[in-house]
């Protein structure tokens, strides 16, 4: 061991005997409680802060939201007995996961530009509500082709439908 370094049994032993805390683990303890009793204060207090981790919690669910889908099988349960089987299935996920974000990131920058180019005031403000965690225009079950396009490049984005609403992200 290294100057600076400690074992993870030797910090148990420091900071619990027989179950019990010991002086230094109760001063962790009581040293934790409070942070989270200002974080607390400032959540009840601070309407920006609420609003700032309410977003953040949006962006978590969305992301929850969509690996759901994703992982319609089964009913998102891991139903495999070895421990090897799981993690395939989750880094199968994680992959589709990312797979969607980064085609719906690539495609939502694509928009704003155009949309700048044709003249819209594309601002901050509005580029902060988009979200690539969107997902009903992706076709979670039927048939897949998968071909090597003719020319290089991106497809065109799509034009909407008249009947579909305008701003709805």
């Known amino acids: 061991m290294t100057p600076g370094e400690v074992r993870g049994h030797d910090l148990?032993?420091?900071l619990s005997r027989d179950g019990r805390p010991t002086g230094l683990g109760d001063a962790f303890a009581h040293y934790g409680r409070i942070f989270k009793t200002l974080h607390l204060l400032q959540f009840i207090s601070d309407d920006g802060y609420r609003r700032m981790i309410g977003k953040q919690l949006d962006i978590t669910e969305a992301?929850?939201?969509?690996?759901?889908?994703?992982f319609f099988g089964q009913r998102g349960e891991l139903r495999q007995n070895y421990r090897?089987?799981?993690?395939?299935?989750?880094g199968a996920l994680g992959?589709?996961?990312n797979a969607v974000v980064f085609w719906n990131s690539?495609?939502?920058?694509?928009?704003?530009?155009q949309l700048a180019a044709d003249g819209f005031p594309v601002t901050d403000d509005l580029?902060?509500?988009?979200?690539p965690f969107q997902f009903d225009h992706i076709n979670f079950l039927?048939?897949?082709a998968f071909f090597r396009p003719q020319?290089?490049?991106?497809?065109?984005?799509?034009?909407p439908s008249p009947d579909e609403e305008v701003g709805n992200a």
């Open 12 to 14: 148990i032993r420091m």
């Open 63 to 70: 992301r929850h939201r969509l690996a759901r889908r994703i």
């Open 84 to 90: 090897e089987g799981m993690e395939d299935r989750l």
């Open 95 to 97: 992959l589709g996961l």
């Open 106 to 113: 690539l495609y939502l920058d694509r928009a704003a530009k």
């Open 127 to 131: 580029l902060a509500r988009l979200s």
């Open 142 to 144: 039927g048939s897949y």
């Open 151 to 159: 020319e290089a490049g991106r497809r065109p984005l799509r034009e």
